[in-house]
């Protein structure tokens, strides 16, 4: 992971030589400078529509403002406005770049401030980015940590028959379901009606099939092996698994002893996972007796 972008370097006063109030100062200086071009340009103004107007109004035979001669007088004046509005901000614009800095070297060095501040902040804004991006960055990579983590502690949690004992009906098809996973299969719990008592469906090397998980609080009976075993032709399985937390009656060991059904205690589920029991072998032996 890239590290974390450093922090730009805020511009000093200081190092401009000058100060915080000679800063803060700054909008007032550059409203001078306005101001002076508009007072440079203001006389020019009042000049040229006092001659205007008179020339106007006798030369449309008007009499007085109310002639005919004052819409004409309006347009001018509009016109006039237009047009010393924009030679103000161009004797503003002069009074800025090159009267004041040629007679204040304070009004240069703030102006080289306000530059380096305006390249902060662009600095900052950027990197206000990165830090996001390198936060979210982070967040993933500390959920993926404890998600491992997680799974390494349900691994070992697993390996001991007091886990197995206390889980809901729900949460012992999950665990099941990733002994099967971590040993290759593909498992789908179906969590559904109609599934004819199937809870997981198994899928690896081209055979298909189905587990029941029993929760319960006493031995499974031949009925639920009967049952499962039907459901597997009803699936088109290839073999059906039955996994119990309290193990199973003598008479469903007898029944499934001879059939493609594979039953599964709490002590199998911890032999499967120590290596001791691969379910590919059992599998194998159901399959090609």
Known sequence: MSPKPPEPLKPDPSNYGLTAAQVEKTDRLELYCNWAGCITGLPIASIVIYRIAPYVISKEGGTGLFGVGFGVILASVSL???????????????????????????????????????????????RAKLVTAFQERERQEEWETRRKERELSEEQLRRKASFWLVLDGYEFERQVAKVFELHGFIA?????????????????????????????????????????????????????????SNGFTGGSKTFASDKPVILLDVSDLIAIQDGQRTLDERIANLLDP
């Open 80 to 126: 006039s406005i237009g047009f010393f509005y924009i030679l103000f901000s161009l004797l503003g614009l002069i009074s800025e770049r090159w009267i004041a800095p040629r007679f204040s070297k304070r009004y240069t060095a703030i102006k080289k401030y306000e530059l380096d501040m305006e390249e902060y902040e662009r600095l900052s804004a950027e």
């Open 188 to 244: 789908k719990v179906t969590r559904g009606s109609g599934d004819e008592g199937v809870d997981i469906v198994l899928l690896k090397g081209g055979q298909k099939g189905v587990v029941q998980c029993k929760a319960h609080g006493k031995a499974v009976s031949p009925g639920t092996i009967r049952d499962m075993y039907g459901a597997m032709h009803h699936f088109k399985a290839n073999y059906a698994v039955v996994v119990s």
